[in-house]
């Protein structure tokens, strides 16, 4: 995964050869800068839907992420610039969109219909599936059989999830579901761009919060801002330090680093974990429990975003799959 402003990262990046053999030390060091990140990602669920069905919503996350990264991330716009040589106008626009204030806006307001765990299947978990098509669309990309395999599982966890719901009748719920997907999309276009331009995750992320900082903040404080205001001033402390500080620049710099050290082939092992932490951690923060067929669907989609981000397998499983 590369990190990103949504706290949600590319789980499309190529697998680099295999690295050197790793003493323990250094492989732990790599291992744990992997888990806290993916630990963060997965908390972003369970936290953003604390905050939207509570005392906040989604404008007022959006603006508490977008605020604080966007200046945070600044200087990192003012040295490597806006990229337009290489974006131009309209993909710059869709970069920002993809993974700025619209894709907050639409994943916030998932959260206020669908669950945490429903959250870390659908968006995260179904990306690299989007990701894939827009890929093999807009790029001419072609997949390995451990690619393929892997975006079937995909499939097969959003039937499980979505049809069980659909099937229970529970509209609200589904409608989160769309949003979800919603989201996935706006974030595939996002990495689609991102791999496009060739930019370096930093600088995307840099684009994108400082795009949202300044086409999103002002509109939204000239027009809803006081509802912030009226909230508790602890919830928004919290918000704002967990959207737009851990999500955007701790978790890209540990992820980062896991990468690194471990290469980005393993480093698509710890992508893999977002579904299932995002659930687990959603059952003491949110009381919520998956059902059976939830996480069947969150294993299949699991199972399929680490082989379609190109997971590390066996020698002889990896020949086969060729």
């Not at 337009?84 to 619209?102: E, H, Q, Y």
């Not at 827009?134 to 049809?163: H, P, W, Y």
């Not at 508790?232 to 959207?243: C, G, I, S």
Request: net charge positive.
């Amino acid at each position: 995964m590369s990190g990103a402003a949504t706290g949600i990262p590319n789980l499309m990046t190529a697998a680099t050869p295999s690295t050197p053999a790793l003493d323990p030390l250094t492989y732990a060091r790599g291992a744990l800068c992997g888990v806290a990140a993916v630990s963060i990602w997965a908390g972003w669920m369970a936290v953003t839907r604390i905050g939207v069905t509570t005392t906040l919503n989604a404008w007022d996350i959006a603006a508490l992420r977008f605020g604080l990264a966007g200046f945070v991330l600044l200087p990192v716009v003012w040295r490597k610039g806006l990229a337009l040589k290489t974006l131009g106008w309209p993909r710059l626009i869709l970069l920002v969109s993809g993974a700025g204030a619209p894709y907050a806006l639409v994943a916030a307001q998932g959260l206020r219909f669908a669950s945490a765990a429903d959250a870390g299947a659908l968006i995260p978990g179904v990306m690299p599936l989007l990701v894939a098509l827009l890929a093999s669309v807009c790029l001419g990309e072609r997949f390995t059989a451990q690619r393929k395999t892997g975006l079937v599982l995909i499939f097969v966890g959003i039937v499980c999830i979505a049809g069980a719901s659909l099937v229970a009748g529970h509209l609200a719920r589904s409608g989160g579901h769309v949003l979800f997907l919603g989201a996935a999309l706006l974030w595939a276009c996002f990495t689609v761009v991102m791999r496009w331009a060739k930019l370096a995750p930093l600088h995307a992320t840099a684009l994108v919060s400082v795009g949202s900082l300044i086409g999103y903040v002002p509109a939204y404080l000239l027009i809803a801002g006081q509802h912030m205001m009226d909230a508790p001033m602890a919830d928004v402390a919290v918000q704002a330090l967990y959207q737009g500080l851990l999500t955007t620049v701790v978790s890209l710099t540990l992820f980062g680093r896991a990468v690194a050290i471990l290469g980005a082939s393993s480093g698509a092992a710890f992508g893999a974990l977002v579904p299932a932490m995002a659930a687990l951690l959603a059952i003491p923060l949110l009381g919520e429990f998956p059902s059976h067929a939830d996480w069947i669907g969150i294993a299949a989609i699991s199972i399929g975003v680490y082989l379609a981000s190109g997971g590390p397998l066996p020698d002889r499983l990896r020949r086969s799959g060729r």
